[in-house]
């Protein structure tokens, strides 16, 4: 999971005081937002060096001080979709620390075998409690299908069994899933469909988790990079995990995809997507949330894909990851008391910010989630 987050234009804020709070107020003004307004979307300042912090930091200084209590806001998903939908974002405040950011971005790969395991020890191994108490309960950790669900339980399970139509699993096919998280895909393919399953991640709690769910099923969980692998399979899934391989890697991505796939065989790739072609990610997300995450366009993606697969079906589910993303809020709010011992309060905005900011960009379509059924070519 990789998200946007609002860079605020340069100059925009250009001190502290009357005088930052002014010029801020200019620029929300254009999303219908204001400064110590009584509305949910609106924002209330805690410390009026606010201001001049996001001029100095932009997006990461923007969720810092969110984190640090400087400011709130009753409905964080509400005020960035305002603020995405009005494209405030569209003017990023250029400073040293962002233009090193975007050139390590533009010009080192990030997503080396040594780089990519970054991601899991800051994110995916955080702890199985956060995660069991925030997904589903087969721990599906991607969006959920919606159109005949009622609770989130139905909606993943529903999105699960739409893969597995989707690739034409039968009993007794061999499938790879690459970046099989909590091996929820892996478990219900053998269970429900009778497939041989191979389950790759680079996270030793998913890994133990994995296990223990698939054991007595026909389900190996490795520890193992995508680049690693050497079988082939009947089909190939990967959800969820497209957002960490990287524009550098997105060739050599499809290419282990294609080797592993044997003739007439599928493969189902599902991945959050931008609407533009970029190097980087967001500054705060890539500290605090997805180390050396990427969120690819469409345009880059085919060009990775070009000569070793067909597309045989594309579709957006960017509605449903709203709707999947707010889920995973309500049941981390209801569960945080069991929580917050171990986690903290800083950690509660951190993880309550990501979340919010996430669902907006789904829901003002800053970002997508593609559905991708490809054929060998």
Same mark, same amino acid.
């Given at each position: 999971?990789?998200?946007?987050?609002?860079?605020?234009?340069?100059?925009?804020?250009?001190?502290?005081?009357?005088?930052?709070?002014?010029?801020?107020?200019?620029?929300?003004?254009?999303?219908?937002?204001?400064?110590?307004?009584?509305?949910?979307?609106?924002?209330?300042?805690?410390?009026?060096?606010?201001?001049?912090?996001?001029?100095?930091?932009?997006?990461?200084?923007?969720?810092?001080?969110?984190?640090?209590?400087?400011?709130?806001?009753?409905?964080?998903?509400?005020?960035?979709?305002?603020?995405?939908?009005?494209?405030?974002?569209?003017?990023?405040?250029?400073?040293?620390?962002?233009?090193?950011?975007?050139?390590?971005?533009?010009?080192?790969?990030?997503?080396?075998?040594?780089?990519?395991?970054?991601?899991?020890?800051?994110?995916?191994?955080?702890?199985?409690?956060?995660?069991?108490?925030?997904?589903?309960?087969?721990?599906?950790?991607?969006?959920?299908?919606?159109?005949?669900?009622?609770?989130?339980?139905?909606?993943?399970?529903?999105?699960?069994?739409?893969?597995?139509?989707?690739?034409?699993?039968?009993?007794?096919?061999?499938?790879?899933?690459?970046?099989?998280?909590?091996?929820?895909?892996? *478990?219900?393919?053998?269970?429900?469909?009778?497939?041989?399953?191979?389950?790759?991640?680079?996270? *030793?709690?998913?890994?133990?988790?994995?296990?223990?769910?698939?054991?007595?099923?026909?389900?190996?969980?490795?520890?193992?990079?995508?680049?690693?692998?050497?079988?082939?399979?009947?089909?190939?899934?990967?959800?969820?995990?497209?957002?960490?391989?990287?524009?550098?890697?997105?060739?050599?991505?499809?290419?282990?995809?294609?080797?592993?796939?044997?003739?007439?065989?599928?493969?189902?790739?599902?991945?959050?997507?931008?609407?533009?072609?970029?190097?980087?990610?967001?500054?705060?997300?890539?500290? %605090?949330?997805?180390?050396?995450?990427?969120?690819?366009?469409?345009?880059?993606?085919?060009?990775?894909?070009?000569?070793?697969?067909?597309?045989?079906?594309?579709?957006?589910?960017?509605?449903?990851?709203?709707?999947?993303?707010?889920?995973?809020?309500?049941?981390?709010?209801?569960?945080?008391?069991?929580?917050?011992? *171990?986690?903290?309060?800083?950690?509660?905005?951190?993880?309550? %910010?990501?979340?919010?900011?996430?669902?907006?960009?789904?829901?003002?379509?800053?970002?997508?989630?593609?559905?991708?059924?490809?054929?060998?070519?």
């Amino acid at each position: 999971m990789n998200q946007e987050v609002i860079s605020v234009a340069k100059g925009s804020f250009q001190s502290s005081g009357d005088a930052g709070k002014e010029q801020a107020q200019k620029i929300l003004f254009l999303a219908d937002v204001k400064i110590e307004g009584g509305r949910e979307w609106d924002i209330t300042v805690h410390n009026d060096r606010f201001y001049s912090r996001v001029l100095r930091q932009g997006s990461l200084g923007l969720g810092e001080s969110y984190v640090d209590g400087w400011w709130d806001c009753p409905a964080l998903d509400q005020l960035f979709t305002r603020i995405l939908s009005a494209k405030l974002d569209e003017k990023p405040a250029w400073n040293l620390r962002l233009l090193l950011h975007w050139l390590a971005g533009a010009f080192l790969n990030r997503q080396t075998r040594r780089r990519a395991k970054s991601v899991s020890e800051k994110h995916y191994d955080l702890g199985n409690d956060l995660y069991q108490r925030m997904l589903d309960r087969r721990m599906v950790y991607s969006c959920g299908r919606w159109e005949h669900a009622s609770s989130l339980d139905e909606a993943q399970e529903a999105k699960l069994d739409f893969v597995c139509r989707q690739l034409r699993l039968r009993p007794g096919m061999t499938l790879l899933d690459i970046g099989c998280g909590w091996g929820s895909l892996a *478990r219900y393919a053998a269970e429900k469909y009778g497939a041989k399953v191979v389950g790759i991640t680079i996270s *030793r709690a998913q890994k133990e988790w994995a296990q223990r769910s698939c054991q007595g099923l026909p389900v190996e969980i490795r520890l193992q990079d995508y680049r690693d692998v050497t079988e082939t399979f009947d089909r190939v899934a990967s959800l969820g995990m497209f957002e960490h391989v990287g524009y550098k890697n997105y060739r050599r991505f499809f290419e282990v995809a294609r080797r592993a796939l044997r003739p007439g065989g599928f493969f189902y790739l599902s991945t959050i997507g931008s609407n533009r072609s970029a190097r980087s990610t967001d500054p705060w997300i890539d500290r %605090y949330i997805f180390p050396n995450s990427h969120l690819p366009s469409a345009a880059q993606m085919t060009a990775a894909m070009d000569g070793l697969f067909v597309v045989e079906d594309w579709q957006n589910w960017a509605s449903d990851y709203d709707r999947t993303i707010g889920a995973w809020f309500q049941n981390f709010q209801t569960h945080w008391k069991n929580l917050q011992s *171990r986690y903290g309060e800083r950690f509660y905005r951190m993880w309550k %910010y990501y979340l919010m900011v996430s669902a907006a960009c789904f829901r003002s379509r800053k970002n997508q989630v593609w559905q991708i059924l490809l054929a060998p070519q």
